[in-house]
């Protein structure tokens, strides 16, 4: 049972009949986080309620979902719509999207912070000396327009949610420690997808790196991109030690929601980490399920 009231910090919502998503036109049933084939269609606030129900959500926060390229902001135009006409103001904040490697990321920053509900940037950085794990072609976090880039981010007072693997994070880490000024939120735990001996390893020493610089947070959810099978015991682990180097008042569960549909249902996620923390005290359970998340975006 889930003592306290839940705030979900890390969902997607999506419209397929009016926007255009590229990626969910291009799924797959081997992809790098699995079958994604029944991702492909629309998913709104109401669907996103019906899979909550029970659990006690009383806010959200969405994160970006690679909306149509040649509308930078078109995704939060629409998301702004949606929690103004939404009698209980879901989704209650944005993580948006910009590149920020790019010549036109500040003008297009300028043009998200104008949304009220905005809050922070993500932009994907997960890149794997092994092609069959990496996202992308270079590692963007070593690139100087992108370190530049990241650097407009405080001027507007963004928070960024950082999307990285073990192996990107002492670089990740060097640059982050000269913009302490911008909260950041480590996305899914850092994603151990080498659970080896050795990656577990290399996981650990990122995440104790990364955990280092008190204007870091992280998010624990997404285990089921990394281990799509997953059990509530293999859970543990990825919970119990993501809290250990962290601690649990920069720490936030999260649903990803609906990725991770594709691995179980909502109320078996939170019932999950409920279950994983019961000997906590009621207090880190506030930080956990609710409180740090309300603090990172302002909501």
């Given at each position: ?8 910090p ?8 009016t ?13 790098v986080?699995g ?16 899979d909550?129900a029970?659990v ?17 902001v078109?995704?939060t ?5 949606v ?15 910009a ?11 300028e ?7 905005t809050?922070g940037?993500?932009?994907?950085l997960l ?5 069959a794990?990496?996202?992308f072609e ?8 992108w370190?530049k ?17 073990a192996?990107q994070m002492?670089?990740?880490a060097q640059l982050?420690?000269r913009h302490?000024?911008?909260?950041v939120?480590?996305?899914?735990a850092?994603?151990?997808?080498d659970r ?11 995440m ?5 610089l008190d204007h ?18 293999r859970l543990?682990?990825?919970?119990l030690?993501?809290?250990?180097i962290?601690?649990t008042d ?5 649903s990803?929601?609906p990725?991770d549909?594709?691995?179980?249902t909502?109320p078996?996620?939170?019932e999950a980490?409920?279950?994983?923390t019961a ?6 359970k506030?930080?956990l399920?609710h409180g740090t998340?309300e ?5």
């Amino acid at each position: 049972m889930i003592e306290v009231p839940v705030v979900d910090p890390h969902h997607h919502l999506w419209d397929l009949e009016t926007n255009l998503y590229p990626w969910l036109m291009e799924t797959s049933a081997d992809s790098v986080i699995g079958d994604t084939r029944s991702l492909s269609k629309t998913y709104l606030v109401e669907d996103l309620k019906r899979d909550m129900a029970g659990v006690g959500v009383i806010k959200s926060v969405h994160v970006q979902t690679d909306y149509d390229p040649r509308d930078t902001v078109g995704e939060t135009r629409w998301l702004q719509s949606v929690a103004d006409a939404d009698p209980d103001g879901f989704p209650h904040g944005f993580v948006v999207w910009a590149p920020l490697h790019k010549p036109e990321a500040q003008a297009i920053l300028e043009e998200q912070v104008r949304y009220k509900n905005t809050r922070g940037v993500r932009q994907m950085l997960l890149w794997h000396p092994d092609p069959a794990k990496t996202f992308f072609e270079s590692d963007l976090v070593r690139s100087h327009d992108w370190r530049k880039g990241y650097g407009l981010l405080k001027r507007l007072g963004l928070s960024f949610d950082l999307a990285v693997y073990a192996n990107q994070m002492a670089d990740a880490a060097q640059l982050l420690a000269r913009h302490k000024e911008t909260p950041v939120a480590l996305l899914h735990a850092g994603m151990p997808i080498d659970r080896d001996p050795e990656g577990w390893q290399r996981w650990r020493t990122g995440m104790a790196t990364l955990a280092s610089l008190d204007h870091v947070s992280v998010k624990i959810s997404g285990w089921g991109m990394v281990d799509n099978n997953w059990t509530e015991e293999r859970l543990r682990r990825f919970v119990l030690e993501t809290l250990e180097i962290f601690g649990t008042d920069r720490a936030m569960f999260a649903s990803n929601f609906p990725v991770d549909r594709l691995y179980n249902t909502y109320p078996a996620i939170w019932e999950a980490f409920a279950r994983i923390t019961a000997d906590l005290s009621i207090d880190e359970k506030h930080a956990l399920f609710h409180g740090t998340a309300e603090k990172f975006y302002r909501i």
